[in-house]
């Protein structure tokens, strides 16, 4: 069974970054393809970006592109989003999740990780 582990959320003020990852363990990352998700309070989850298996494809939520960055090292079973230029409305509960599709909605993801919050201070 796949298990992932998210980390790196804190927080940061407007226009800093910060970088996650999460951490596969339980079966081979190969084939799967992973998502980064959040969760703001009182909202739905929202997809953020996601990267195929082999990281050569890759897409992001309008709300993120040119601000965030996913990439995997899947030697050591594990996607990073780099997050920069951050707004106090990034502020939410941040989710990594993998599955077979290259999905862009959370029912297309088979397993999810615990979560990680990230608080942008104005």
């Known amino acids: 069974q796949v298990q992932l582990v998210e980390s790196g959320g804190g927080l940061v003020q407007a226009g800093g970054s910060l970088r996650l990852s999460c951490a596969a363990s339980?079966?081979?990352?190969?084939?799967?393809?992973m998502g980064w998700f959040r969760q703001a309070p009182g909202k739905e989850r929202e997809f953020c970006t996601v990267?195929?298996?082999?990281?050569?494809?890759?897409y992001y939520a309008d709300s993120v592109k040119g601000r965030f960055t996913i990439s995997r090292d899947n030697a050591n079973n594990t996607v990073y989003l780099q997050m920069n230029s951050l707004k106090p409305e990034d502020t939410a509960v941040y989710y990594c999740?993998?599955?077979?599709?290259?999905?862009?909605?959370?029912?297309?993801?088979?397993?999810w990780g615990q979560g990680t919050q990230v608080t942008v201070s104005s």
């Open positions: 339980g079966a081979p990352s190969v084939g799967m393809h």
């Open positions: 990267i195929s298996w082999s990281g050569g494809r890759k």
């Open positions: 999740a993998g599955g077979p599709l290259f999905g862009k909605t959370a029912p297309e993801y088979d397993y």
